[in-house]
C-alpha cells in the first residue's frame, strides 16, 4: 500500500471516529451531522437555519467537543457592538506606571465560533464577523490581527420571528460555504432523546480529532481528482442558475432572478472534493456533485416574487437543475 492511500485510509478513519463520537449524543439528524463536517473538513462557514428548539446549538457545541478546537458562543443581540465580537484596545499601566494601549482579544479568537442568531445583530457588528469568515482577519482600531487557522464559524438562524432583525444581504451570504436547514426529529429520535437528556446519566464528549486532524484532511482534500467531465457537470449547474443563460430548465427562467457565481462553484468543487474523501475515493464522482449542489446553491439562489407567491422553494429550483445539467451531460462528456 502506498503513502498516498493510507493518508486516504487515515482521513475516512479520523472522520467515521468523529461522527461516531458525535452519534454517542446527538440523535439523529445525520445528514446535517455529515453535511457540516463537509463544510468544516473543507474549511468553509456555515449557515444552520431551523425553528427554535431543534437543538442547532447543541449540535455545534458537540461537534466542537469531539475535536481539540477551542470554541465560543456569541449571541447574537440588537445591542452587540462589533468590538465585543472582536475584542478592543484597553490603556493599561506597565511595571513603571505608564500607560499603553493592550489588545484583549475577543470571541472570534477561537477556533469554532457559533454565532447564534446572527440576523439579530446590526449590520455594523455583521460586517466584522463577515470580515472575520472573508478574510480570516479582524480590523481594530486600524490595527490588523490575523485568526489562528483551522477557522469556522458556524451561524444559527430562526426562520420565523423576524421582528426587529437584520436579515443578511444576499451578497453577503455568499460567505457561507453552505447553508443546512435542520428539520424536526421523529417519534422515535424524539423518545432517545428524551431518555438522554432527562434522566441522571449525562454523556461526556471526548475530543478525538485534533488541529493537525483538521488540516491534514483539508490539505488533503485538495489532491482529490476532479476529471474535464465532473469539471463539466459542476459548471453547467453554476450556469443553469443563471435565467438569462441558454438551455435552463423552464422553472428557473419563471421564478429565478439572481444565480450563483464563482465563489459558488468553488464551493461545490471543495464539498464534493471532501464527500469523495469521506467515502474513501481519491476523484470526485457525479453523485459527490449532486449530493453537495443543493446545500451549497440553496442561499446563493435569488428567487422572485411570482416563486414566493406560488410556494416555490431553492430546493425544489435546484433538484430540476442538478438533473437537467446531468441529462445534457449524458449525451456528451458524463457517463
Not at 479582524?138 to 426587529?164: C, H, S, W, Y
Not at 482534500?221 to 469539471?231: A, D, Q
Not at 422553472?251 to 467515502?279: C, D, E, N, T, W
Not at 411570482?306 to 458524463?334: F, M, N, P, W
Amino acid at each position: 500500500m502506498s503513502d498516498k492511500e493510507m493518508q486516504f485510509m487515515k482521513a475516512q478513519q479520523i472522520v467515521e471516529d468523529v461522527k461516531k463520537e458525535i452519534a454517542r449524543f446527538i440523535v439523529g439528524q445525520e445528514e446535517v451531522v455529515e453535511q457540516v463536517l463537509w463544510s468544516i473538513f473543507a474549511g468553509g462557514h456555515v449557515l444552520l437555519e431551523g425553528l427554535p428548539g431543534l437543538g442547532k446549538t447543541m449540535l455545534v457545541r458537540t461537534i466542537s467537543e469531539s475535536m481539540d478546537l477551542s470554541f465560543s458562543r456569541i449571541q447574537f443581540t440588537p445591542d452587540l457592538m462589533p468590538a465585543d465580537i472582536t475584542g478592543t484596545m484597553l490603556l493599561q499601566p506597565d511595571e513603571d506606571g505608564k500607560q499603553h494601549f493592550t489588545f484583549h482579544k475577543g470571541p472570534l479568537f477561537s477556533h469554532i465560533v457559533l454565532a447564534d442568531e446572527i440576523n439579530r445583530a446590526t449590520p455594523k457588528t455583521q460586517s466584522a464577523l463577515l470580515e472575520a469568515m472573508g478574510e480570516q482577519t479582524v480590523t481594530v482600531m486600524g490595527e490588523t490581527k490575523k485568526l489562528e487557522r483551522p477557522f469556522f464559524v458556524l451561524a444559527t438562524q430562526n426562520p420565523i420571528d423576524l421582528e426587529g432583525t437584520y436579515p443578511l444581504p444576499e451578497a453577503q451570504m455568499d460567505r457561507f460555504m453552505c447553508k443546512i436547514l435542520v428539520g424536526y426529529p421523529s417519534k422515535e429520535e424524539l423518545r432517545e432523546i428524551m431518555k438522554r437528556t432527562t434522566g441522571t446519566e449525562s454523556i461526556s464528549i471526548e475530543k478525538i480529532a485534533s488541529i493537525e486532524d483538521v488540516l491534514f484532511l483539508q490539505s488533503l482534500s485538495k489532491e482529490v481528482l476532479v476529471s474535464e467531465e465532473m469539471l463539466d457537470y459542476a459548471i453547467n449547474i453554476v450556469a443553469m442558475t443563471h435565467p438569462d443563460a441558454e438551455a435552463v430548465p423552464e422553472i428557473v427562467q419563471k421564478y429565478v432572478q439572481y444565480g450563483s457565481g464563482p465563489r459558488g462553484l468553488q464551493s461545490l468543487l471543495k464539498m464534493a472534493k471532501i464527500r469523495a474523501l469521506f467515502a474513501g475515493r481519491y476523484h470526485v464522482s457525479a453523485g459527490d456533485v449532486k449530493q453537495t449542489a443543493i446545500p451549497v446553491l440553496r442561499h446563493r439562489l435569488l428567487l422572485n416574487f411570482e416563486a414566493e407567491a406560488s410556494g416555490i422553494q431553492a430546493d425544489h429550483v435546484l433538484a430540476e437543475i442538478v438533473e437537467a445539467a446531468y441529462t445534457a451531460g449524458k449525451g456528451s462528456s458524463i457517463s
